[in-house]
T-cell receptor, first 115, second 112 residues
Framework: DAMVIQNPRYQVTQFGKPVTLSCSQT?????MYWYQQKSSQAPKLLFH???????NEADTPDNFQSRRPNTSFCFLDIRSPGLGDAAMYLC??????????????FGSGTQLSVL | DQQVKQNSPSLSVQEGRISILNCDYT??????FLWYKKYPAEGPTFLIS?????DKNEDGRFTVFLNKSAKHLSLHIVPSQPGDSAVYFC???????????FGTGTKLQVIP
């Protein structure tokens, strides 16, 4: 049973055309993350939510926005995709309650292509 | 500023032998570490983790060792199997914080 679901798996958009990637979770986790991963690089944290509290990374471009309308869903909006935004976008969740097991649960990712 | 480093981009190991993947970190505030495995076009899957209060954690064929003084951890896979061929990411976080920082990954190839 998928616990963190990302749609779509593959997304093709045109240069400058807004695109939205979605993520949903059935784990009822407090924290949701969006990571960008380019080939042979570390997943780069764009932002995360702790419940409704939004935490933006300092180097995340303004072109990237996020919405979390409820616990289960989180969206990544790219307002004007450039060629450099082509990447795998990973959504992840975490409980947020300090435990001895702080693991993140990842979705399968959305591979974004920009033409 | 790469706070979590995996200096070996790739590693090849014969099936049945031990695979050792290394990870170094610079932030002394990190107190929890995780290893993830990633196949192409899929999201990372959790393998094993370790808290800074321990120096070893074992789960089946996977063992993680933590050397806090050296700010170094390693993942041992023994015996290695062809299905272990994937990219392995080391990740770290600080207690009380939600930000999780990943290393650049090591691509492991297990040769049958």
């Amino acid at each position: 049973d998928a616990m963190v679901i990302q749609n779509p798996r593959y997304q093709v958009t045109q240069f400058g055309k807004p695109v939205t990637l979605s993520c949903s979770q059935t784990l009822n986790h407090n924290v949701m993350y969006w990571y960008q991963q380019k080939s042979s690089q570390a997943p780069k944290l764009l932002f995360h939510y702790y419940d409704k509290d939004f935490n933006n990374e300092a180097d995340t471009p303004d072109n990237f926005q996020s919405r979390r309308p409820n616990t289960s869903f989180c969206f990544l909006d790219i307002r004007s995709p450039g060629l450099g935004d082509a990447a795998m976008y990973l959504c992840a969740t975490k409980s947020g309650i300090p435990t001895t097991n702080e693991k993140l649960f990842f979705g399968s990712g959305t591979q974004l292509s920009v033409l | 500023d790469q706070q979590v480093k995996q200096n070996s981009p790739s590693l090849s190991v014969q099936e049945g032998r031990i695979s050792i993947l290394n990870c170094d970190y610079t932030n002394s505030m990190f107190d929890y570490f995780l290893w993830y495995k990633k196949y192409p076009a899929e999201g990372p899957t959790f393998l094993i983790s370790i808290s800074s209060i321990k120096d070893k954690n074992e789960d089946g064929r996977f063992t993680v060792f933590l050397n806090k003084s050296a700010k170094h951890l390693s993942l041992h896979i023994v015996p290695s199997q062809p299905g272990d061929s994937a990219v392995y990411f080391c990740a770290a976080l600080s207690g009380g914080y939600q930000k999780v920082t990943f290393g650049t990954g090591t691509k492991l190839q297990v040769i049958p």
